[in-house]
């Protein structure tokens, strides 16, 4: 007997089901009825097999165990990871007779297209692209390798049915290379569950943060490439003009420059202006995004002009306004949908200027008036649960 809906077969080229983003799109298919089949490569061998409630099942592959992987085992255990994807799914096919599959990036999108090629009646195949593949391959390998990618990449979606993007620029790659595929644009939206139900007072009252203050934040991985240290600087500058009465600094995160991030507060007195928060639960970040006024975004690299980080959405959903660099797609995003504050420059001066306009702000006046709730995994999930629904329409349900 099969299932009134086809099971959904997920590829995910890392561990990715215990991050929360990947729970609420495979809670939201469960809630639709749907059964979901995960195959993930865990390189370091840390994750038990899952069977939850027979409606989620979690298959962990290690092939190359290593907590850091060089150029050439990462592309080995990519190409051994999708033999491995073909086998299972071939061997889901057999079980039920069709399958949607879902490819989660380039890494798993070859042994996805050698099932929707060997079993062309049983395969609804959906890609779910996050980045323009090319220039990260020849960002990471070589320019000839990139070229080499998008030749493979042009001819591998020609097999796909559905294309989901989180944002426009990587739409409009795949509108040129996908041949008219339809394209669907999901933007990397929190479900509305992790977002704290309290006021801003009553998030501050509980995190024993200042309440009269205006206070700016900082989420995400302590390394080069974010203005960290112009921000640090900036804070000290802040406390040199007098300004901490009307100003609160919360920086949470951890990476190559946690140490440096806890010695520059310390040996600057930093500490009444400053917290500082390393490893936390992620229930408890957005309740700091939830007691935040400003979210503090800065992002450099080529990858920033067309991608959405995720904290970008986060502190959208919190009603944190983000204060963006100039020349990202972040940017574009906030103009688009009017709000956030956007900087052409983000030396420490200028963002000491802009920090203290902020505090002496009596009206907010870069406060918007958008719900919230607009920016929450909920608003969207009709869509996606859509396409997985056309595969009712476009598997035909017989054994092969």
């Not at 959906?126 to 391959?137: G, H, K």
């Not at 006021?199 to 302590?222: E, H």
């Amino acid at each position: 007997m099969h299932d009134k809906k086809p099971p959904v077969l997920m590829f995910l080229s890392k561990a990715l089901y215990p991050e929360s983003r990947t729970k609420q799109k495979i809670q939201s298919l469960v809630q639709r009825g749907f059964k979901v089949y995960v195959l993930q490569l865990d390189r370091e061998g840390r994750f038990d097999n899952l069977n939850v409630l027979n409606r989620v099942f979690v298959r962990n592959i290690t092939l190359l165990r290593s907590r850091s992987f060089g150029k050439i085992k990462y592309a080995l255990n990519a190409v051994l990871f999708q033999v491995i994807e073909f086998l299972y799914g071939a061997y889901l096919v057999k079980k039920y007779g069709c399958l949607i599959v879902h490819a989660n990036d380039f890494n798993t999108l070859f042994g996805a297209y050698l099932l929707k090629k060997v079993f062309p009646n049983n395969i609804m195949l959906i890609y779910d692209a996050y980045e323009l593949t090319p220039f990260v391959y020849s960002d990471w390998y070589s320019e000839n390798l990139g070229k080499l990618v998008y030749g493979v990449e042009t001819k591998l979606v020609r097999y796909v049915d559905y294309i989901l993007v989180p944002s426009y620029p990587v739409g409009v790659y795949f509108e040129i290379i996908s041949n008219d595929k339809p394209i669907i644009h999901l933007y990397n939206f929190p479900s509305s569950k992790l977002i704290p139900s309290v006021s801003k007072q009553q998030a501050r009252a509980f995190l024993n943060l200042p309440r009269d203050k205006v206070i700016i934040t900082y989420v995400g991985s302590m390394r080069v490439g974010i203005a960290l240290e112009e921000f640090l600087e900036a804070i000290r500058l802040i406390k040199k003009r007098k300004l901490k009465k009307k100003l609160h600094f919360v920086i949470i995160g951890h990476g190559p420059l946690s140490n440096f991030v806890k010695k520059f507060i310390k040996e600057n007195n930093l500490e009444d202006i400053t917290t500082f928060k390393s490893m936390i639960p992620r229930e408890e970040i957005f309740m700091y995004l939830k007691a935040s006024d400003y979210s503090y975004i800065i992002l450099q690299g080529e990858n920033m002009k067309i991608a959405t980080p995720w904290k970008l959405s986060e502190s959208l959903a919190c009603g944190a306004i983000p204060i963006v660099n100039e020349g990202t797609y972040a940017a574009k995003l906030l103009r688009k949908i009017g709000t956030g504050i956007i900087i052409k420059n983000f030396d420490p001066l200028h963002l000491a200027d802009l920090f203290e306009e902020l505090g002496n702000s009596t009206n907010n006046y870069y406060r918007h008036n958008i719900d919230p709730k607009v920016f929450t995994w909920e608003r969207q999930e009709k869509e996606f649960i859509r396409v997985h629904e056309e595969g009712e329409v476009l598997c035909r349900y017989k054994k092969t």
